[in-house]
């Protein structure tokens, strides 16, 4: 009774732990990599075509399956004189030599092998997408947080201004203007949240449409300042990319294949057995058959493989000579990033800040034109919007540099 109770309790705790997560709403970043990566159906394809090699290598290993041959008859002699039944039953095993054999079971483990790395390489690409659509998430939500923050700014202004243009102490015309500037404002903060569902939909469809409707993303665009070492990058991280793994694979398997190509010169074997009940008498005993290479001595098959062989070095050459280049232009564009969101983070924000504050104060106490308080509105609102893109482009460019080395920076 005890045990049933305790299992009771176990399971209530599973299905307890199970409804808070899918009530969950708001997803950090590693939590939507993590369900990502759990429910993408490109990972579960790739996942299948590794499983799928895989079986392939283990089946090639496996012997032929041998062939059993049974005949019956009737049989007489030419004088007619005797009759009797015949038979025959013959056991034959193909069996590979061993050379042959043992590079055809290496061409089908380094496809394992590839496939494997190409599945890394598709997670690495699911990485980078998630990551890029998550900061764009938080883009999206600093802008509408800046978009609201300018028009209920505005709007404050115009009521402000239109109470006073109702007493005549300022023009009429300055009321209208700002009820357009409101509306402006409204309209801009309006495309923002379109943009933020949007780049909410094109993140879900990369988890697997798996988050709710209405979820949230947790965290904000940050910046951290990298020590990055191109020469470290490019001599000791790059060389373990899943593409340039997956490429030196397909390497060595056409190197095998060659291999392979060439000792099927060395011909198979036959083992039979045999049992043969004729007209006046039993036959039984073994047999071998050998396949001999008289006339085709696979110079086709060859030159295939070695062409083969040249192409996959070429590509080879051509992925890491693309690698470095993207891994120089990100590393490149990261600190480009990094000088930008400087010039904001030195005095730039505080300034542009300090600088709406007293254009607020200004216009209300009627010490500036309408069209100046607007100029700084905008000013304000452009500046806060480019160290947000700023803060985006650093953050895309760390991922995208990620991608590009296929290792997480530290």
């Known amino acids: 009774m005890r045990k049933k109770i305790l299992i009771f309790l176990y399971v209530c705790l599973l299905l307890s ?52 041959t049974f005949a019956w008859g009737k049989a007489e002699s030419y004088d007619k004189l005797e009759q009797r039944n015949t038979s025959e039953f013959v056991f034959s095993q193909p069996l590979e030599n061993p050379f042959k054999r043992h590079y055809r079971i290496q061409v089908f483990e380094r496809d394992w092998e590839a496939t494997e ?123 373990s990319h ?14 095998e294949n060659i291999r392979f190509v060439k000792w099927q010169l060395l011909p198979d074997f036959k083992l039979i057995g045999f049992s043969k009940k004729e007209l006046d008498e039993r036959n039984i005993g073994l047999g071998i058959t050998l396949d001999i290479p008289l006339w085709n001595w696979r110079s086709k098959e060859v030159a295939e493989a070695e062409s083969l062989l040249l192409k996959q070095y070429q590509e080879l050459r051509s992925i890491k000579m693309e690698l470095s280049t993207e891994t120089k232009t990100k590393i490149n564009q990261l600190r480009l990033s990094a000088r930008t969101l400087n010039l904001f983070t030195t005095g ?23 069209i100046d308080f607007l100029d700084s509105q905008r000013t304000y609102f452009s500046i806060m919007t480019d160290y947000q893109d700023s803060l985006y482009a650093w953050n895309a460019d760390r991922a995208a540099l990620e991608k590009a080395i296929g290792e997480e920076l530290q």
């Open 348 to 370: 730039l924000l505080k300034q542009a800040e300090e600088s709406l504050k007293i254009a607020e104060v200004s216009y209300t106490h009627g010490e500036i034109s309408l």
């Open 117 to 239: 790395y190409l599945l890394e390489y598709t997670k690495l690409e699911l990485k980078y997408e998630i990551k890029n659509h998550y900061y764009q998430i938080l883009l999206q939500k600093k802008k509408s947080e800046l978009a609201k923050k300018n028009a209920d700014s505005i709007a404050m202004i115009h009521r402000l201004i239109s109470k006073r243009a109702q007493l005549g102490e300022v023009k009429e015309l300055d009321a209208i203007k700002l009820h357009v500037e409101s509306l402006r404002a409204q309209n801009t903060l309006n495309k923002i949240w379109t943009d933020l569902q949007l780049a909410k939909e094109r993140l879900n469809k990369f988890i697997g449409n798996t988050l709710p409707p209405d979820f949230n993303v947790q965290g904000e665009l940050e910046y951290v300042p990298l020590n990055v070492d191109e020469q470290v990058l490019l001599a000791e991280i790059l060389p």
């Open 242 to 255: 899943p593409l340039i793994k997956e490429k030196e694979k397909r390497n060595e398997q056409a190197q």
């Open 17 to 68: 732990s199970s409804i808070q997560a899918d009530n969950n709403k708001e997803f950090s970043l590693q939590e939507l990599v993590d369900r990502g990566l759990a429910n993408s159906p490109l990972i579960a394809a790739k996942v299948q075509e590794v499983n799928a090699r895989y079986a392939a290598y283990k089946a090639a290993k496996r012997l032929t399956n041998p062939e059993l």
